[in-house]
């Protein structure tokens, strides 16, 4: 396709790689998911519709971003991602995988072998959440191959073939290195430990030659793309169009399109904002970018925080957390998001900017009603501030849902104590999916501060939890459940934290 000129009518094309040539696109809408795109304009079915709503992963795909002097692989879903987000990079579809002899790549080879597909419709996913993990860990455990494919849901085969060859796919590729094969099928663990071969050094010299300078703009029927690139250029573009809707990850924003059919007149993307991506570890503690991705900024507070592992793991599913922010889940206000709790007891703060100017804003302060937040008519948050963790504070999160992985909460509960000398000296404790917002109870630590930290004062701050919130029932739990379960989190928190085993058994509503 040739590559037009910016124009009143269109803007500026759209300009990524596929299957190693530079793709230019435009007359597209800016909120065309990709998934569409490939199966309606052309016309590669292998990426599949499932849900339309990043659950399911029979549409995933693997984009290849520039990281420095390499490129960095990761799997996202099609259905939620808006078309010009493919700017600058590279996109993979199981079409790709191919070998320049027509061979099935050693991750399309496992599945096979393994006898890992029955009716195929979930297959493509599974082959590129694989070949995501093929490009990205060298020997993964079964749990880490588990974990990969957390996002990707099979109907009629079972996992455990699936899950075989995710094993296998590394036999058949080591059986491969003496072969001249598309840089696709060579597996590596990280960029420090590898040397590029001709095919990777010929793919970045394409992602360089599309790579923009100025801020992409498209423009189709009565909707307009901004894609800036620097802070100052976001700052302008916000002040400029205080209604239009800041896109991130697209996690939340794509089901507008998808699912309610709702128009975006103006769309500014931060995730070519390269400032807002940066996570900076300071002797204060760790400021994480606003338009910093789900799975880096985990990475980054896990490191710090190992009791925050689970929470992780359970947070949505590789591709969402490839693709979502961890600004975005700040902003979006849900009351049921599971970032909030375990930064509100961290006294996380928020960097706002609006236009030059800055304030900070602690996250216990940013949400004042049900989906509503503290932000101005064009501010928008710049950076979150995780400050040092007290050495002698004590850290618990928990999240309760009906499945294990990839669900909303039912109630997710974060707490921090801190003791001197068996006494509690500092309380803080949040939940989510207790009240309109994620919200603080202040009312349990008034009740526990200055306490010993028994068993005795913990039961006691358990009644406090009643007067911190009244949770209402809908389809993910009932209002006695939230209570009887806030409670026993707080019980749990105080077993674990004496050394004790958590207790098999609670207390429980039918959800």
Same mark, same amino acid.
């Given at each position: 396709m040739a590559t037009r000129q910016r124009t009143a009518t269109h803007g500026d094309p759209i300009r990524f790689v596929l299957d190693g040539e530079i793709r230019s696109v435009d007359g597209v809408a800016p909120t065309r998911t990709v998934l569409n795109f490939l199966r309606e304009d052309l016309g590669r079915t292998g990426t599949?519709?499932?849900?339309?709503? =990043?659950d399911c992963g029979a549409c995933t795909v693997v984009l290849g971003e520039l990281a420095g002097n390499d490129v960095r692989f990761r799997a996202v879903n099609a259905c939620i991602q808006f078309l010009p987000t493919l700017d600058g990079k590279e996109l993979i579809t199981v079409e790709s995988l191919k070998g320049e002899d027509g061979a099935l790549h050693p991750v399309q080879r496992a599945l096979v072998d393994c006898h890992a597909s029955q009716c195929g419709f979930c297959t493509p996913g599974f082959v590129m959440s694989l070949f995501a993990l093929y490009k990205t860990q060298h020997d993964p455990s079964r749990s880490q191959i588990a974990d990969a494919l957390a996002g990707n849901l099979c109907r009629c085969t079972g996992y455990r073939p699936i899950v075989d060859a995710g094993k296998k796919m590394y036999e058949y590729g080591a059986? #491969?290195? &003496? #072969?001249?094969?598309?840089?696709?099928?060579? !597996?590596f663990s990280s960029a420090n430990d590898r040397e590029l071969n001709q095919s990777e050094r010929e793919m970045i010299e394409r992602l360089r030659a599309i790579r923009r300078s100025?801020?992409?703009?498209?423009?189709? =029927?009565g909707s307009t793309f901004y894609a800036p690139l620097t802070l100052k250029e976001l700052a302008d573009l916000r002040l400029a169009h205080p %209604?239009? @809707?800041i896109l991130a990850g697209g996690t939340d924003v794509a089901l507008w399109v998808t699912k309610q059919h709702k &128009?975006?007149? *103006? *769309?500014i993307y931060v995730g070519d904002v390269a400032e807002l991506k940066a996570i900076d570890r300071t002797d204060a =503690?760790? %400021?994480? =970018?606003?338009? $910093? !991705?789900?799975? %880096? $900024?985990?990475d980054a507070l896990v490191s710090t925080h190992p009791e925050l592992s689970e929470l992780y793991r359970r947070f949505a599913s590789p591709p969402i957390r490839n693709a979502g922010t961890l600004g975005g889940n700040i902003a979006n206000g849900s009351p049921i998001g599971d970032s909030m709790p375990v930064l509100m007891v961290l006294g996380t703060r928020l960097l706002l900017r609006k236009g030059r100017r800055a304030r900070e804003l602690g996250l216990d302060e940013f949400y004042v009603g049900y989906q509503k937040t503290a932000l101005e008519p064009g501010e928008f948050v710049e950076r979150i501030r995780v400050? @040092?963790? %007290?050495?002698?504070s004590l850290l618990r999160t928990y999240k309760i849902s009906k499945r294990f992985d990839q669900d909303i909460s039912a109630a997710c509960g974060a707490f921090c104590i801190t003791l001197q000398k068996g006494k509690v000296a500092e309380a803080r404790i949040a939940f989510g999916g207790m009240a309109a917002t994620p919200k603080r109870a202040a009312a349990t630590e008034n009740a526990l501060v200055g306490r010993d930290w028994s068993e005795a004062s913990v039961k006691a701050a358990m009644a406090a939890l009643d007067k911190d919130f009244a949770p209402i029932t809908d389809m993910r739990a009932s209002a006695g459940y939230r209570c009887s379960v806030a409670r026993n989190l707080l019980y749990k928190c105080y077993l674990e934290t004496c050394g004790q085993k958590a207790p098999t058994? *609670? *207390?429980e509503f039918a959800m």
């Open positions: 599949k519709e499932g849900c339309a709503e =990043g059986e #491969r290195q &003496d #072969r001249h094969q598309h840089w696709m099928n060579c !597996s100025k801020t992409l703009f498209v423009r189709h =029927g %209604d239009a @809707r &128009d975006l007149p *103006v *769309v =503690g760790i %400021d994480i =970018g606003a338009a $910093a !991705s789900l799975t %880096d $900024a985990y400050p @040092r963790r %007290d050495p002698l058994q *609670v *207390v």
